[in-house]
């Protein structure tokens, strides 16, 4: 697991030089053999659960010690300060936002979809986005070869936390069959993990279309078993 702070003070990756070495960064883990693929955790702040997630010690370092050295999974967060934030919130409503970059000593909670999307854009393309979600992908040669979207659902704090990390085991189960010798086959390798990770969404979705019809059935079956 790998922070990115929009206001870093000194605190993880500041974005700027995140944006910049996105994909550098990338290569150091997979050279140093801290990786073998890669996600990023996306969210905007209608979806709390997921920022609450992020911050909590324990959780995290339950997500951490899950990707290992098999998976990097960035996110992206802002240092909260509620003076900071209020204050902003007032200006955003008396005029324009703002665009800019933000510095290390700057919160702004406005700007985390903008630096998300501009981030994605940059090395992904135009992909719609829903949030929150989990961007797997692969890199090679210095260019992303391959992603995969998977929407995450819960918005529960703790199912949300069990969804997200459900994803992450699914995925770092399929990286730790790779031998020393195929770690070189960026492509098989992400195709293995996206198989993975599919296969977890799609039981997932499966379960809750089959209750949402069993509860409709047994709503039909309360209505007809009424008198009028």
Request: glycine content about 4%.
């Amino acid at each position: 697991m790998l922070d990115i702070y929009l206001n870093s003070e000194n605190t993880g990756y500041d974005f700027q030089s995140f944006y910049d070495r996105f994909l550098e960064i990338c290569r150091e883990h997979k050279n140093n053999n801290r990786a073998l693929a890669f996600a990023v955790i996306l969210y905007d702040f209608q979806n709390p659960q997921i920022a609450k997630v992020l911050r909590d010690d324990d959780y995290w370092f339950s997500l951490n010690a899950i990707s290992g050295q098999y998976l990097t999974v960035f996110s992206l967060n802002y240092n909260p300060n509620k003076e900071n934030i209020q204050k902003m919130m007032r200006e955003r409503m008396s005029g324009p936002p703002t665009t800019k970059w933000l510095t290390h000593a700057d919160v702004n909670p406005f700007s985390l979809e903008e630096s998300t999307h501009n981030l994605i854009q940059k090395y992904f393309g135009n992909i719609k986005v829903k949030y929150p979600s989990v961007l797997f992908f692969q890199i090679g040669d210095d260019v992303v070869i391959d992603y995969s979207l998977i929407e995450l659902d819960e918005k529960d704090f703790q199912l949300a936390f069990q969804e997200l990390q459900g994803y992450i085991i699914s995925a770092v189960d399929a990286l730790k069959l790779i031998t020393e010798g195929n770690k070189k086959n960026h492509q098989q390798i992400f195709t293995n993990l996206e198989s993975n990770v599919k296969s977890v969404r799609t039981k997932i979705t499966t379960i809750k279309t089959f209750k949402k019809v069993t509860s409709i059935a047994e709503l039909g079956g309360t209505i007809i078993g009424m008198k009028p």
